[in-house]
């Protein structure tokens, strides 16, 4: 009988089309302004990231949630514009500022290896929780440094990052 109901119900479910995806959006406040950031919350699309963009709208960026605090780097890896990365640990202090410029495009004659070997990495300088990636010059214009804090909804976020 409880299968039977279960199965009902996720049937139901299929044919109404409701779905229990996480949000792709948060708005965050830094510095006393609102961004708009698209949320990075599995392995798929924090590897993702910006790659492949073209520009970062004014008063928007990412941020990627991670399911634990560990070191972190990141790449400007088919990257088409400048970026800045912000880490930030468990509680959203800043770890790590970085200005990513970007980097030359991989060649025809080059291998994916011999690409991804002369990358530059950006690293959190110690265990990142988070990372926020925004329009290239908004951390110095916004007067982001290290030890500064955002406030995040951290529940929420650890709740829906896999």
């Given at each position: 009988m409880?299968?039977?109901?279960?199965?009902?119900?996720?049937?139901?479910?299929?044919?109404?089309?409701?779905?229990?995806?996480?949000?792709?959006?948060?708005t965050v406040?830094?510095?006393?302004?609102?961004?708009?950031?698209?949320?990075?919350?599995?392995?798929?699309?924090?590897?993702?990231?910006?790659?492949?963009?073209?520009s970062v709208?004014?008063?928007?960026?990412?941020?990627?949630v991670f399911?634990?605090?560990?070191?972190?780097?990141?790449?400007?890896?088919?990257?088409?514009?400048?970026?800045?990365?912000?880490f930030?640990?468990?509680r959203?202090?800043?770890t790590?500022?970085?200005?990513?410029p970007?980097?030359?495009?991989?060649?025809?004659?080059?291998s994916?290896?011999?690409?991804?070997s002369?990358?530059?990495?950006?690293?959190?300088?110690?265990?990142?929780r988070?990372?926020?990636?925004?329009?290239?010059?908004?951390?110095?214009?916004?007067g982001?440094?290290?030890?500064?804090?955002?406030?995040?909804?951290?529940?929420?976020?650890?709740?829906?990052?896999?």
């Amino acid at each position: 009988m409880v299968t039977r109901l279960v199965s009902f119900l996720f049937l139901c479910c299929i044919v109404s089309g409701c779905t229990s995806q996480s949000p792709t959006t948060t708005t965050v406040t830094i510095a006393g302004e609102s961004f708009k950031l698209e949320l990075a919350l599995n392995t798929k699309t924090r590897a993702l990231g910006l790659m492949g963009r073209t520009s970062v709208p004014k008063g928007e960026g990412m941020l990627f949630v991670f399911p634990k605090a560990i070191e972190r780097s990141f790449w400007m890896k088919n990257c088409l514009i400048p970026i800045d990365l912000l880490f930030l640990d468990s509680r959203g202090t800043v770890t790590a500022v970085h200005q990513m410029p970007i980097e030359e495009a991989r060649t025809p004659s080059e291998s994916e290896l011999a690409y991804d070997s002369r990358l530059s990495h950006y690293w959190s300088n110690g265990p990142a929780r988070y990372a926020i990636e925004l329009e290239s010059g908004e951390a110095g214009r916004l007067g982001i440094h290290v030890n500064d804090r955002i406030t995040l909804d951290f529940d929420f976020l650890r709740s829906i990052a896999r």
